[in-house]
C-alpha cells in the first residue's frame, strides 16, 4: 500500500515522466551492451489443467531449467474456421496470454473464463508463486492479460459470445479483486469462438498506464474491418479509485485486416502492430482524441500469418514471427521497412514460431512444436552489437509443453 503510494506520488509530482525523459538515470535503451538481459521466462501450457511454465535465463542468455505451476485454472482452444477442428498451435490466437508486471505474472484460462495471478521470487525468478484462487472473468474464452502497476488494474481481453474487455483491481502480494462489468465487443462469436478472425488480439496498457488499448481482428468475408479501441483510465490511483472508463474509442483503420500483437514505441504516441492479412503496420493514437490513424503498412510478400511484434532495446527494432511461415523478420521502427530476415528452417521442427519476447542482447521465440509430438521449445536468438544475428539454443522443454503453449514474458 505505501509502496503504491509513493508510485502515485511520484507520478502525480511528474518524476516519472522527467526520468523517462532523461536518460541520465539509465542508460539509453538503444546502446547496446547496456540493456539489462532478462533473469526468467514465462509463458502458458494452455492444457485442459493449466500451468505457467518458467524457465531460467543464465547471464549469457541462454536458457536454464525450466518448472511448471498449475495456475489452477483450465485452458482451452478455439476452433479453427477453415478446419473446424480444434486450433493447434495458436489455440487463443493472441499475444499477451501471460504478462509480466513489478513481481507479479497473470495468466489467462480460456477454458473456465477466468485469469491467475502469481507472486515472483525475486532471489530466483523462476520460483513463482500462486496468489489465491483464480478470478472470474465476465466473459467467455479470455485471450489476452495487460496490468497496470501504477493503478493496480488487471483488464482481460474474451473472445467467446461474451467477448469484450474486463478489468479489476489488483494488490500485489494478495491476488485479484472483483471483476467490473464486460465492455462489450461486436463480434459474432460462438462460447468457444470460431477463429481466428473475428477475435480479440491483445490487450495493453499505454507505457504511460493512463489508456488500456486492445486490437480486435477484422473478418474481411463478412465485411468487417478490424480496430483498435482505445478505453481512457479514469480515476485517482493515489485513492485507489482508478478505472478503465466503460466507453472507448474505435479505430476502424483502413487497409489493415487483422490487427494483432503490438507494442508501443518508446517516448513516443505510436505503435508496431503487426498485421496476420499481410505483414505490420506502424500507427498513431492522438493523445487527446484517442482515435488511430495508419501512418506506415508493409507488406511481407512470403508471409502467411504475421501475429507477434516484440521491440527490441538492443537493436532499435522490432521481431515479427508467423506460425505458417520458418522465419523471423527484423522490422524498422521509423517506417516498418524490413531490415532483416533469418531462415529459421534449419534450428525449427514446427512450421514457425508464435509468441516472442526481447530482453537485454536477447530475443526469445516460443516454438510450439509439431503436433505429432516434437515437444515446445524456446529459440534464442542473438542480437547484441557486432554479432550476426542468430539462433544460439533452441531450448527443448520435453514433457513440460505441447503445441498449445501460448504467450512468452520476461522477468524483469
Ligand atoms: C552459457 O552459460 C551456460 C551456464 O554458465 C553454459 O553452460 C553455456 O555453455 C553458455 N553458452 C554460451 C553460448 O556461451
Ligand atoms: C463442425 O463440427 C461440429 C462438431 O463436430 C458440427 O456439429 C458442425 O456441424 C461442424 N460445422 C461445419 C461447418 O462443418
Ligand atoms: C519459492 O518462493 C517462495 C515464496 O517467496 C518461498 O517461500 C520458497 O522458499 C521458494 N522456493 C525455493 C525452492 O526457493
Ligand atoms: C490450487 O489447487 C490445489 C489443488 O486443488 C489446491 O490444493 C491449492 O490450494 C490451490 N491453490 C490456491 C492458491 O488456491
Ligand atoms: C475507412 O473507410 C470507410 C468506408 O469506406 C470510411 O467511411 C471511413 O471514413 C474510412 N476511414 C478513414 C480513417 O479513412
Ligand atoms: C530457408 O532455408 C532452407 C534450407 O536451407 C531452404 O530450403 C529455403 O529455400 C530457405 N527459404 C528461403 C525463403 O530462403
Known sequence: MLGNLKICLTLGLGLIQTAKAMPAFAPPPSVSGWVRNGEALYFQTNDKDNAVVSVKIMENGTLGQAHSFYTNGTGASMISAATNMTTSPDGLSSQGAIAVVGHNIFVVNAGDNTVSMFSIDEEDPANITLLG????????????????????????????????????????????GKMDFLRPFDLDQSETPVGPLDTVSQVLFSDDETKLLVTVKGAPAMGKTGFLAVFPVTGQCLTGEAKVAASRIESTLNGTVALFGFEQIANSNRYFVADAGYGAAIISVDENTDSSQLLHKQVISDQKATCWAAISPATNSVFVTDPLVNHI????????????????????????????????????????????????????????????????????????????????????
Open 329 to 412: 523478420v527484423e522490422m524498422s521502427l521509423i517506417d516498418a521497412s524490413i531490415t532483416s530476415v533469418i531462415n529459421t528452417t534449419t534450428t525449427n521442427d514446427a512450421t514457425g514460431y508464435i509468441d516472442l519476447t526481447a530482453a537485454g542482447n536477447f530475443v526469445y521465440f516460443l516454438s510450439p512444436g509439431t503436433t505429432q509430438g516434437s515437444g515446445a521449445e524456446i529459440a534464442v536468438l542473438s542480437v547484441g552489437e557486432g554479432q550476426s544475428k542468430k539462433i544460439i539454443q533452441s531450448f527443448n522443454l520435453g514433457s513440460l509443453a505441447g503445441s498449445s503453449a501460448q504467450g512468452l514474458a520476461v522477468y524483469p
Open 133 to 176: 484462487a483464480p478470478a472470474a472473468v465476465p466473459g467467455d474464452f479470455p485471450v489476452t492479460v495487460a496490468a497496470s502497476a501504477l493503478n493496480n488494474l488487471v483488464c482481460v481481453g474474451t473472445s467467446g459470445t461474451r467477448s469484450g474487455v474486463a478489468c479489476a483491481p489488483y494488490s500485489p502480494f494478495v491476488g485479484i
